[in-house]
């Protein structure tokens, strides 16, 4: 199935053509009111971990070692991206950051793990998982 997740800036013009906007950063943007990003909801539990984003930001680590230790993170609390998924099933996504350069946050990286874990969850769906599944599917195959 082909999804359609979109990266973008808190401070870009809200678009119809948005769908579901979701803000992915630990921290509020400043200067921004809630009605003002028009959200659907916004996600903490995906954003980098305080000491990476600073570490970051700090420029104690480089952008690929950033992205590669933002993977642990997603890897090791991997349910917290099923909300994600939900959206993006619904439609078109719009992850949300207040970072200026999109391409350098922690976006790309998220938006890949997102896409990674509904790949594999729709390959785990069309293989039957339980033995009375293996059994119908046997019995009605053409061999």
């Given at each position: 199935m082909i ?11 809200i678009d ?6 979701i803000?992915?950063?630990r ?13 659907d ?14 570490h970051?930001h ?8 950033f992205?590669?230790r933002y ?11 099923l ?28 938006k890949e793990?997102t ?7 729709d390959?785990s ?19």
């Amino acid at each position: 199935m082909i999804y359609h997740i979109e990266l973008q800036r808190v401070y870009a013009p809200i678009d119809e053509q948005d769908g579901v906007r979701i803000l992915v950063d630990r921290l509020w943007p400043c200067g921004k009111s809630h009605s003002s990003l028009a959200l659907d909801d916004w996600c903490r539990s995906v954003a980098p971990s305080t000491e990476l984003r600073r570490h970051y930001h700090q420029q104690q680590i480089s952008q690929a070692v950033f992205n590669s230790r933002y993977r642990h993170e997603l890897e090791r609390i991997s349910d917290n991206l099923l909300p994600l998924m939900t959206y993006a099933r619904q439609g078109r996504l719009t992850l949300l950051t207040a970072s200026r350069y999109i391409e350098k946050s922690h976006l790309p990286v998220l938006k890949e793990a997102t896409l990674a874990a509904l790949a594999e969850e729709d390959a785990s769906d069309s293989e039957p998982s339980s033995p009375p599944c293996w059994a119908h599917m046997l019995s009605t195959s053409r061999y």
